[in-house]
């Protein structure tokens, strides 16, 4: 329903338009800056953040200035942008038919806009799942998703989407409804992918994590036949709802446009040019600069974004050290930031003595890694009459804060999700607080510890990040983790993931003697690492996880990292 407020919001840009038109150095400098994040978004969307993007923004402001002079009905100049925007995008697609889109440069010299959208907006949850699963579309999907999304929040009309595409209302919500269905499978995978199935596991041994079409028809299959995959613990918002609350990327500080309209020197332009080109031509090369919006109309034409809109303010980054972790025995670090050139790290400390003790002890330095060849001990087997957990069957915890209650006698799954490609450098780690009974640390596995190769294209990457995206690092004396850390708990205990610096989630659910003695005596073969490490000796002195107290602090990232139990 139109408001006032949207009715004089129309009103102010015709007249800005037609200012712009008439020549007015300050109008279009109002218009290139309040169109510039909209247009940011639909190509950032649609090419996912390819090293493209600011090239095809660029033609597009750049046409668009060049031609403001035919456009008739000021009414239309949204329709009008967004049409000329969806033209560059497929003629850039037309121009690398030879070339996939996500190989035309180099890795991590451009950004995925899924990850910006994400970060710049701080989003969370369901939200942040229907921004990833974007990237699981095709390109032609990703098209129409990104004015569908403009649609949904408000900045677009229907009409104006189809005028965008070219094709009709009818045609367009045909299509509309094939992508938004394409989008809840890719949701779906999302999910899987965050989740600790096995069997989805083995499936992706051999994916390189790059999202194609292929894996997402694989993938799709697999989550319709799984049980566990196909099981969702909370109800999943429909996306259209989802995506109304989510704004416009805003435009990176730096990003530059420059509008020399087609590459003409003044001197040419406004030599052969009388009309609607020589008007802005002049206007351009005044020496003024105007600030509008945070964007700088400086001589000569150049836009440059000098500040980012509703920028979000920057996360505090505490990185635990010896100091802050009182009763910490010195041992090597875990990688940092600057590790491996031409291996992964491997923390290479000794395991500190075990005292034998009524109730379990504290490892409270670096594991050596078992060798890769090295079947793990026999696990011993503890009563069980199962746990049952406050997060469900599958919970799954991504933020500061996020915690779950585990109560019973038997077995239970943590499975770590680091995530340095979002955010490298020191871990917090998760705690165990308000610890009724007895909780044991008995063994690890996943087929790999965190610091282990993952890939064969990249030498660097480990399960803790890699040499271009950075390292996610461990508190110094913390225990390397493995992918999957298994605990045996009689009695109760919350644990809370404490995340800062450092990206990284846990998936926590309850499971059986069977599935850990499965888990820790598969082979590295198949993309595993090594066997698993038996940490259960069967008796009370087995250790208990680092980070736990039977006390419920205030802030359970203060728990002692060597707390004793």
């Known amino acids: 329903m139109r408001t006032h407020a949207d009715a004089e919001t129309d009103r102010r840009w015709r007249a800005t338009i037609a200012d712009a038109q008439a020549g007015d150095r300050r109008a279009l400098d109002e218009l290139v800056a309040g169109w510039l994040p909209l247009v940011y978004n639909v190509v950032g969307r649609a090419l996912n953040g390819h090293a493209d993007v600011d090239d095809v923004v660029q033609e597009t402001m750049l046409r668009a200035v060049d031609h403001l002079g035919s456009l008739r009905d000021p009414d239309s100049f949204r329709s009008w942008l967004v049409a000329i925007a969806m033209r560059q995008i497929r003629d850039r697609a037309r121009r690398r038919t030879a070339q996939r889109l996500d190989e035309g440069a180099p890795p991590g010299e451009a950004a995925d806009f899924a990850e910006l959208t994400v970060l710049r907006l701080q989003l969370e949850g369901q939200r942040r799942e229907v921004v990833e699963a974007a990237r699981w579309l095709d390109d032609e999907d990703r098209q129409l998703l990104s004015l569908w999304w403009l649609e949904v929040a408000g900045e677009l009309t229907r009409r104006e989407l189809a005028a965008a595409v070219g094709i009709s209302r009818q045609h367009a919500a045909v299509r509309v409804q094939r992508v938004k269905e394409r989008l809840e499978i890719s949701r779906g995978i999302v999910r899987a992918l965050d989740g600790a199935c096995p069997d989805l596991r083995d499936l992706t041994v051999r994916w390189n994590g790059r999202p194609d079409s292929v894996w997402r028809k694989r993938l799709a299959r697999h989550i319709r036949g799984c049980g566990y995959c196909g099981d969702t613990r909370e109800s999943v918002v429909p996306a259209e709802r ?77 990185v635990p050290t010896a100091a802050s972790t009182p ?48 079947p793990p001990a026999a696990l011993p087997r503890r009563p069980a009459s199962g746990v049952t957990s406050s997060g469900g069957a599958h919970a799954t915890m991504n933020h500061r804060g996020d915690g779950v209650t585990l109560s019973g006698r038997g077995y239970v799954l943590v499975r770590w999700q680091i995530s340095p490609q979002y955010r490298s450098g020191g871990l917090v780690m998760p705690s165990w607080t308000g610890l009724k009974g007895k909780l044991f640390h008995v063994a690890s596995g996943g087929g790999r510890r965190m610091d282990d190769p993952v890939g064969a294209t990249d030498p660097t990457a480990t399960g803790m990040g890699s040499k271009a995206t950075g390292y996610a690092v461990p508190p110094s004396g913390t225990q390397q983790m493995w992918q999957n850390e298994y605990f045996y708990l009689a009695g109760s205990v919350t644990l809370t993931v404490n995340e800062r610096g450092a990206d990284y989630g846990l998936n926590v659910f309850p499971t059986t003697w069977d599935a850990v003695e499965r888990d820790v005596t598969s082979g590295p073969g198949q993309g595993a690492g090594r066997y698993g490490l038996v940490r259960d000796t069967g008796d009370d002195d087995t250790p208990v996880p680092q980070y736990v107290t039977r006390e419920t602090p205030a802030d359970p990232a203060t728990v002692p990292q060597t707390s004793r139990v």
């Open 242 to 318: 989802l995506l109304v609350g989510i704004a416009l990327v805003p435009v990176p500080a730096g990003f530059t446009i420059s509008l020399a309209l087609g590459g003409k020197t003044a001197v040419a332009a406004t030599g052969t040019s009388v009309g609607w080109s020589a008007k802005v031509l002049t206007a351009l090369t005044k020496p003024a600069v105007a600030v509008t919006a945070g964007a700088t109309l400086a001589a000569g034409g150049a836009y440059v974004v000098v500040q980012t809109p509703d920028d979000p303010p920057a996360r505090a980054v505490v």
């Open 327 to 374: 009763a910490a025995t010195p041992s090597a670090p875990g990688p940092s930031p600057s590790a491996p050139a031409s291996s992964p790290p491997s923390p290479s400390a000794s395991a500190s003595e075990r005292r034998t003790a009524r109730y379990g002890s504290v490892v409270d330095a670096v594991d050596s890694a078992p060798d890769r060849d090295t």
